[in-house]
């Protein structure tokens, strides 16, 4: 029992009582009123006194401290970072400890045996190949992205077209091929039969649009979400080819939650969903991911 909720002790009040005559009244009138307030009793006058077991009076037992620790792809940082707030809330003694990457990195960490409860990945590629190692189980997907592009403010190079990242006076930046954004770029360049004038290949989206927005790169290839996150940062050249690469979110309960025991697996699977259930859902759609169903054909 919390303190806000423990029954309040109270002191039945000396006020109506007659008033003791004599010195030998007086002090025995003040030893009841000694004793009254010591014990306590109820507002009526029966009401039985307080229970001499302390039970009242205990402290509520703090809850224990837990830890869930979820890899998640760096283009979930700020829907993720949100939603362990609204975990932490609702699940006393409990600390979400958010670790994002690109998903190709976080799934060689978690196949070299660190420690993780839940692996959410940018692509069914990297989640395949952790599951098929029996390091997760069961994956979900719970949300879909597309790439767009991306310039500095001003479009200083003037790309227009999907075709203007081949010039060679364009300096592009693009996911490495084993991350899911660089494999949605491939697959989206080859689509369109364009060769991309790559001048850098990065870890993951996020380092993506560093480079842009610092105006390393005349453009690069991110995520829509990434996109729309950047605002004024960036100016958006929309363009069809990249709807030929839809990349599909999966999420998965990682063998370690099980290896703890069932109450950390129960803690692992309430995280998963929240992230596939109405409130996560929300959080996704609003951050500009597309719906899971959206890959169903």
Request: charged share 20%; hydrophobic share 50%.
């Given at each position: 029992m919390s303190a806000s909720a423990r029954p309040r002790t109270t002191t039945r009040t000396t006020a109506s009582r007659r008033r003791a005559r004599g010195a030998l009244a007086a002090l025995g009138t003040a030893a009841l009123v000694a004793a009254l307030a010591a014990c306590g009793t109820g507002a009526d006058a029966g009401d039985d006194a307080a229970p001499s077991d302390g039970a009242t009076d205990?402290?509520?037992t703090p809850a224990e401290e837990r830890t869930l620790t979820v890899l998640a792809a760096a283009s979930l940082r700020d829907v993720f970072t949100d939603l362990a707030a609204d975990f932490e809330a609702e699940h006393d003694g409990v600390t979400v400890a958010?670790?994002?990457?690109?998903?190709?990195?976080l799934g060689d960490q978690i196949l070299a045996g660190a420690p993780a409860d839940v692996f959410a990945s940018a692509d069914?590629?990297?989640m395949t190949r952790v599951v098929d190692a029996g390091d997760a189980s069961d994956p979900v997907a719970f949300a879909t992205n597309t790439l767009t592009i991306v310039t500095p403010p001003g479009n200083p190079?003037?790309?227009?077209?999907?075709a203007d990242l081949?010039?060679?006076?364009?300096?592009?930046?693009?996911?490495?091929?084993e991350v899911p954004c660089g494999g949605a770029t491939d697959t989206v360049a080859e689509a369109a039969g364009v060769t991309i004038h790559r001048v850098s290949e990065e870890a993951n989206v996020t380092d993506v649009l560093a480079k842009v927005t610092s105006g390393e790169a005349d453009a690069g290839l991110v995520y829509v979400t990434d996109a729309t996150l950047a605002g004024d940062d960036v100016d958006v050249v929309d363009v069809p080819e990249t709807d030929a690469a839809l990349n599909v979110y999966p999420i998965a309960l990682v063998a370690a939650a099980e290896e703890a025991g069932p109450e950390q697996v129960e803690l692992a699977q309430a995280w998963i969903d929240l992230v596939t259930g109405d409130a996560g859902?929300?959080?996704?759609?609003a951050a500009g991911f597309g719906a899971p169903d959206a890959a169903t054909p």
């Open positions: 205990a402290a509520s958010l670790s994002f990457a690109g998903s190709a990195d069914e590629r990297n190079a003037g790309v227009e077209t999907f081949a010039r060679d006076d364009v300096k592009v930046v693009v996911c490495a091929p859902q929300a959080a996704l759609a």
